[in-house]
T-cell receptor, first 110, second 113 residues
């Protein structure tokens, strides 16, 4: 079945440094979603990407969807302590249910 | 709006006991989902429902049953709990036109001893 892999599993950064997490699918995706889960909290939807090569920005966060629609990335510029949490990508092919990656846990050292 | 709520927040079961987790949403969402989250495993879909009276299996359905008798409620049942079902369970919902923009509840932490 469809698999979604994320790297790295963990990332520790100094406040102000940049952070990137990568997501790769074993199959071509129709769309990809990104979610954030704060420690002890629940996943919160951040964004959806649908088009090949799409780039979307939310303040310091930049999301990209690969040309082949099999990979995606989330880049955070100048991390802040409020960015702490686990970032999940989740992809779907056609009308299938979402398949989540295992997430990247971000720690920010002040 | 309360959004998505889950009952209970915590529960400890002994092996072989049964229980039902309740999920309720007040957003009039058509779709509802049950996920489990284990350390290092991400979120895995157990069952989902695309409307009242309909359910479907997800990635890890064994040992669980679900029911969607009312649009706003989605119940997850464990008939005979096993230690492997120790996990955090999240319910989520979405509207039909934005299926993949899912709203999650606060979770239920279940321990089976």
């Amino acid at each position: 079945g469809q698999q979604v892999m994320q790297i790295p599993q963990y990332q520790h950064v100094q406040e102000g440094e940049d952070f990137t997490t990568y997501c790769n699918s074993s199959t071509t995706l129709s769309n990809i979603q990104w979610y954030k889960q704060r420690p002890g909290g629940h996943p919160v939807f951040l964004i959806q990407l649908v088009k090949s090569g799409e780039v979307k920005k939310q303040k310091r966060l930049t999301f990209q969807f690969g040309e082949a629609k099999k990979n995606s990335s989330l880049h955070i510029t100048a991390t802040q302590t409020t960015d702490v949490g686990t970032y999940f990508c989740a992809g779907a092919s056609g009308n299938t249910p979402l398949v989540f990656g295992k997430g990247t846990r971000l720690s920010v050292i002040a | 709006n309360a959004g998505v709520t889950q009952t209970p927040k915590f529960r400890v079961l002994k092996t072989g006991q049964s229980m039902t987790l309740l999920c309720a949403q007040d957003m009039n969402h058509e779709y509802m989902y049950w996920y489990r989250q284990d350390p290092g495993m991400g979120l895995r879909l157990i069952h989902y429902s695309v409307g009242e009276g309909t359910t479907a299996k997800g990635e890890v359905p064994d040992g669980y049953n679900v029911s969607r008798l009312k649009k706003q409620n989605f119940l997850l049942g464990l008939e005979s709990a096993a230690p492997s079902q120790t996990s955090v369970y999240f319910c989520a919902s979405s509207i039909r036109d934005r299926v993949y923009e899912q709203y999650f509840g606060p979770g239920t932490r279940l321990t089976v001893t």
